[in-house]
């Protein structure tokens, strides 16, 4: 397989005024394409920055991401944000729908900057939440939505520009443990079916059963790696 | 959906926000509009009753305002009648022709227009557009005939065109463009005013002067219907160029001690430089309501930007790079102004329409170029308030999305 993201002693260091913290410190590991990756740790163990470094949304102060052969620890804040565009499905633990836009809208959001055309975009915004088991809540608002279906709105939006990453952090957080099964199981069947690598920042032991790869932080530093063939 | 859909949806969640932001740009276009229209008009008024202004001395009663000449004799007070015989009988040299007024405010059917008592003859000498504009009635005298103002505006029967203006009857009246409009009147219906009823023997062409709204009826009909026996509230005066140089204003001051005689020249300028402080008054608001316009707007681009932290955060976080949430905050600026323009523009016509006869005796109608200019000014105010706003969003980091729970 080939390696689709990785970095090479990355850290990331915050000026607080308590002192410095080293939130991320020489992290080096490589992620393959196809691989469902879960990085659990204690509060405060990096998790979160590392997931935010992985997709460009905070610079690291030192050492290098890579997705593949790209470095993106040089790119512009205009690159970047192209990556995530083009490449890159977030799903978070609070959701982050609009909440003025329906299922079908917010699903459909990504696609602005890409130019497709109006009935492309519904199309492949249809296709997406028929795969979450959506389609017949195309025109609901979020505050008609269960949290679950709310999670699975995010889900479609994630993969409707057809990413080849999923970034999810802590995306059962919010939900019950039935709902929370539904939901990784649905990830789990976008990783297989679709062949999208999916990362997940979770504190759930359960939620860390389904990765392929696992990786454990701690005070910023990786402790452990395990990797399931 | 595009980017303007983008906005448009979420103009529309937040509208009282929306209003409230736009009531500031939306009152300052008004008063610019209107104050615009106001002055427009009646700078406009001003050259067309030049052009066409047969008299150049005026002789008010004492105490009459000259602030506007064209309705200097509307509500003043009045001189007697007979002063026109003074004049008449001085053998003065260098007055060509006289021609005494009586106007006052009146409502006919629930609308307010001016009642002016003319003398048929001398006002028609004394109007180049009233002689050009196809005048004619009942009877077949003319009495204008010698007098070299009156040569040939090539009508096939020059005596039939003036008639009517000429031997106006006491029963009948004259009616402006602006007033048959408003009362909804044709030639050959009756009007009462105060219990009198006269008949429209012509309604005038438009003029694009303060006679468009007037009722003309004989002087002493006008005594009679108002009350006002033997008074006049103005005469006018044809006089020759050379006499007045030659102090025909002083000789008639000698005749005439208790009155204000002055030359339509000091008249206009008295008008012109109205309008012109009208104009210097505009440019004034113009640059406080750009300075408040562009605070109001950028209050409330900053206010909306900060409850939309979470929703921009979420747009970075899906690839909207800076550029993009810069775009949609300045595509909300122009539909704002472009709506803002637009209300302001109606609403500062409706102002004008109402104000321009009250305060400059005039009527307005909408002048299709001050939209544009509305519309321009109202983008740029809303362009510049949210260019700060705007910046401070595009700098907004994507991950304060992420944790907010």
Not at chain 2, 303 to 309: D, G, S, Y
Request: aromatic share 6%; charged share 20%.
């Amino acid at each position: 397989m080939r390696t689709i993201i990785s970095t090479d002693k990355l850290s990331k260091i915050y000026q607080h005024r308590d002192g410095i913290v080293n939130a991320l410190q020489d992290i080096s590991l490589s992620i393959n394409q196809g691989d469902f990756v879960t990085i659990t740790g204690p509060s405060g163990s990096g998790k979160s920055t590392l997931l935010m470094a992985l997709c460009g949304l905070i610079k690291p102060s030192g050492g290098t991401i890579c997705f593949f052969d790209k470095d993106l620890t040089r790119a512009s804040d205009q690159e970047l944000s192209r990556f995530r565009q083009d490449h890159v499905g977030f799903i978070m633990q609070n959701f982050s729908l609009i909440p003025y836009m329906t299922a079908l809208q917010n699903t459909m959001f990504p696609l602005i900057l890409n130019g497709y055309e109006k009935q492309d975009q519904i199309n492949r915004a249809i296709s997406a939440l028929k795969v979450v088991g959506l389609n017949n809540r195309l025109n609901h608002f979020p505050r008609e939505l269960s949290a679950g279906q709310q999670q699975r709105v995010a889900i479609a939006r994630a993969m409707v520009n057809k990413p080849s990453l999923i970034f999810a952090d802590e995306p059962t957080g919010n939900l019950d443990p039935a709902l929370a099964f539904d939901i990784l199981n649905i990830l789990k069947s976008i990783n297989q079916v679709e062949a999208i690598t999916i990362i997940i920042v979770t504190h759930s032991m359960d939620a860390a059963e389904y990765g392929n790869v696992k990786i454990r932080l701690n005070d910023g530093t990786v402790v452990n790696i395990e990797s399931v063939l | 959906m595009n980017l303007f859909n983008l906005v448009w949806l979420e103009l529309g969640q937040r509208k009282s926000q929306l209003l409230s932001g736009m009531l500031a740009i939306v009152l300052g276009i008004s008063v610019i509009v209107a104050i615009r229209s106001v002055s427009i008009v009646s700078e406009t008024a001003v050259a067309i009753n030049l052009d066409n202004l047969g008299a150049n001395i005026l002789v008010l009663p004492q105490g009459a305002s000259i602030d506007n000449y064209y309705s200097a004799d509307i509500d003043s007070p009045t001189i007697p009648e007979e002063y026109v015989t003074r004049i008449v009988n001085s053998t003065i040299p260098g007055v060509d022709n006289l021609m005494p007024r009586l106007s006052r405010r009146v409502e006919i059917y629930g609308t307010n227009l001016v009642l002016s008592g003319i003398l048929p003859k001398n006002e028609l000498a004394s109007k180049p557009l009233w002689q050009s504009s196809g005048l004619f009635g009942a009877e077949l005298e003319a009495a204008c005939g010698d007098n070299p103002i009156n040569e040939s505006h090539g009508y096939e029967d020059e005596k039939l065109q003036r008639k009517a203006i000429d031997s106006l009857k006491l029963t009948d009246c004259l009616l402006g463009a602006s007033a048959a409009r408003r009362l909804k009147v044709n030639e050959g219906d009756v009007l009462t005013i105060n219990d009198f009823e006269l008949q429209v023997a012509k309604v005038l062409s438009e003029t694009g002067t303060v006679d468009d709204d007037r009722v003309f009826v004989h002087l002493h009909k006008a005594q009679q219907v108002l009350g006002i026996p033997d008074q006049v509230s103005a005469i006018e005066i044809m006089g020759c160029c050379n006499a007045i140089s030659d102090g025909l204003l002083g000789k008639l001051r000698n005749i005439l001690p208790d009155t204000r005689i002055t030359t339509i020249g000091q008249i206009v300028s008295t008008q012109v430089k109205t309008n012109q402080l009208m104009s210097r008054i505009s440019i004034v608001m113009l640059i406080i309501i750009i300075i408040i316009g562009g605070i109001s707007i950028g209050n409330y681009m900053w206010a909306n930007v900060n409850e939309r932290k979470k929703e921009i955060g979420i747009m970075r976080m899906i690839g909207f790079p800076r550029t993009a949430i810069y775009r949609t905050l300045i595509y909300k600026a122009i539909i704002l102004g472009i709506s803002g323009g637009v209300l302001g523009f109606v609403a500062g016509i409706t102002i004008a329409w109402f104000i321009g006869p009250l305060i400059a005796g005039v009527n307005i109608n909408p002048i299709p170029e001050l939209l544009g200019w509305a519309v321009f000014i109202s983008v740029l105010i809303s362009i510049v308030g949210s260019l700060f706003p705007a910046h401070l969003a595009s700098k907004f980091e994507p991950f304060s999305n992420m944790q907010d729970t």
